[in-house]
């Protein structure tokens, strides 16, 4: 989400003539997009902000700005630790970011000695449909990244976002439509449909049709444009997923074999005490229900340990449950308490040692079976989309049906297509192949996890 923040206000600055250089040293402008889903991603942008504020030694007219989640969760407040930030500003106005920097610069040029920062962390009406057409040109990228909606009703006991992010607002389907039409006629083959809750797409705005959420009816729009060959979206919530969802996956041919299903803990103590609508049961029930409609179902899920009250056995509950579903991978996270949450100030915190060595056993789980189910599809033919070079530029990477990057030895003129590739080896996350032979009969992954 971040990332595609950065991009539309990256895009909007070019419009107004701004250049974007490669190097943080070259720059006039520098601004921090900034997460506070976990202390430490704080820490590190005060820490950051503080480094660079030095450079106005030297270079006084150098603006720096603090934009996303921290700027709306600390706001004036920031100006405490950071008295030089030029600009504060929150997550419902990237938007307002180019005219803001405008100012700032012609009261400079004009002489006019600049004051206080600016801060603007208010709540904008509609501030969800200025969050479009981010990209200019040809696509760069195989993967586009479309936010479909802003903002969390939920009040998990852990989390920021509902501050951080306000309420849910969703865009208008058809602009929706629109825009993922545009970016496929610009080169992009698959689209990431972003939101901070994105199975409640649209429940406010629009009807369900036969039982159909208007969020799978999204879907069905998408799914139907020519040219594009794959949908993923993140991050959805378990409630969401109900017949209609999991029907989708069996009949949506661009929905992968991958679905990032968060669970956050294994104990229906803890699930209920971070106040997640769900039990284990509900969880493995919608986890046999995706398998159902596609047998070859790869999971991924987040999950955090050491949250308030987790006891020994609440913790072997979670590890079994990672046995129970078989996750491709996860994000583990330790519990971080977060000033204004419900969880932050709850008794039975759990010490940070015992929070480490949780993490530490969970991760060294998780490991062994990503490493197992990669192994699996060794001897497969998978179909993978082609995104670039890999990271050393000396081969190419691209995803298959179930979200695995693969590296193998391709054309530059194969980006942005299907093609068949087969596994030889395997790491924990990364398969390593060749191009099969046209015509090679592609081998689901669910023949690989059946052996
Ligand atoms: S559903 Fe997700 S974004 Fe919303 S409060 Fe819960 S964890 Fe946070």
Redesign the pocket.
Known sequence: MNERDSDAVAAMLRARGYRIVPDEDDCDVLLLNTCSVRDAAEQKAIGKAGYLLARKKHQPDFVLGILGCMAQNRGAELLDRLPDVDLIIGTQKFHRVPDYLDNLRAAREAGIPVGAAIVDTEAEAGSQNTIRDHLEGPVEKVCAFVSIQQG?????A?????TT?GDERSRPMADIVRECEALVARGAREIMLLG??VTSYGRRDYAHTGNVTPFVQLLEQVNAIPGLERIRFT?P?PRGFRADLADAFARLPKLGEHVHL?V?SGSDRILKAMR?PYGRDRYLEIVASLRAARPAMAFSTDIIVGFPGETDADFEETRRLCREVDYDMAYVFKYSGRTGTPAATMEGQVPEEVREERNRVLLEDLKAGSLRRSQALVGTVQEVLVEGPDKTGLRFMGRTRGNRATVFEAAPRLVGRLVPVEVTRASVSTLYGHLAPAGAGLQSAEAAVSL
């Open positions: 969390c009703n939920m009040d998990c852990f989390c920021i976002v509902p992010r901070q809750i991050s919530h968060p956050q997640r």
